[in-house]
């Protein structure tokens, strides 16, 4: 059974036929998104090829079609395309029927504390490489986007953050559970929500703010035209 496969379909495929919702217009945000998603995709298909080759995870061909792009199967590369698109879109449709930024005004206190925790855990367990790693990218992550955006879409990011959670545990629960991802517990923390190790939901997080970040960079300098950004 190619359970990833049918995954990878479910994922992206309401989102894609929503994309042309009059409200939201998905669609017509494309060229900001297919940039960003190329970003993305390049960032984690050489770490997902990494920590495949180092046994940190692997797959089962068992649930796969069984072809591969070096040693990723076909599904997890296209995992990296499905997911930032339904994460964006999650994050549009927010942006659209929530108004409200209910979550600015302690954004920053938050980002501020949550790097701090993960950098402490990262720094604790450099031998399991998933969690070191995995802890320690996020807030390089985040200081980009600060440094592009400050706290404006901090609040906005988490709402999207939170509400990706529960298609994230519908599809990691799928394949962690079967599995069709196994982990190496050597290499993580060994703390698994359902079936889920723990690591996965920063790991998320980092898919997610890096996409957006790109996604909103582009989006907004080739409608306002603005500078490069500068980091020194």
């Known amino acids: 059974?190619?359970?990833y496969l049918y995954l990878n379909i479910f994922t992206i495929l309401f989102p894609f036929l929503l994309s042309f919702d009059k409200r939201v217009q998905f669609y017509k945000n494309w060229k900001y998104l297919f940039p960003a998603m190329l970003i993305n995709a390049l960032i984690f298909i050489i770490w997902d090829s990494i920590f495949t080759h180092q046994g940190v995870w692997g797959f089962n061909d068992k649930y796969l079609l069984g072809i591969y792009l070096y040693n990723l199967p076909l599904e997890e590369v296209l995992f990296f395309v499905t997911v930032p698109y339904a994460c964006v879109f999650i994050y549009e449709c927010l942006n659209v029927y929530i108004k409200q930024d209910f979550l600015q005004?302690?954004?920053l206190v938050a980002?501020?504390?949550l790097a701090i925790f993960i950098i402490l855990v990262g720094l604790l367990h450099?031998?399991?490489?998933?969690t070191s790693v995995t802890f320690l990218f996020l807030p390089v992550i985040m200081l980009v986007h600060y440094r592009l955006f400050r706290d404006k879409l901090l609040g906005r990011f988490y709402l999207a953050y939170l509400v990706h959670l529960v298609p994230l545990f519908l599809v990691n629960g799928v394949l962690t559970a079967l599995p069709v991802v196994w982990y190496d517990n050597g290499h993580n923390l060994g703390i698994r929500l359902t079936t889920i190790p723990i690591e996965d939901t920063i790991y998320s997080m980092i898919m997610l703010l890096v996409t957006i970040t790109a996604y909103e960079y582009f989006r907004r300098h080739q409608k306002q035209n603005l500078p490069a950004p500068n980091f020194v």
């Open 1 to 3: 059974m190619y359970i």
């Open 126 to 130: 450099l031998r399991q490489l998933y």
């Open 111 to 113: 980002t501020i504390v």
């Open 105 to 107: 005004a302690g954004s």
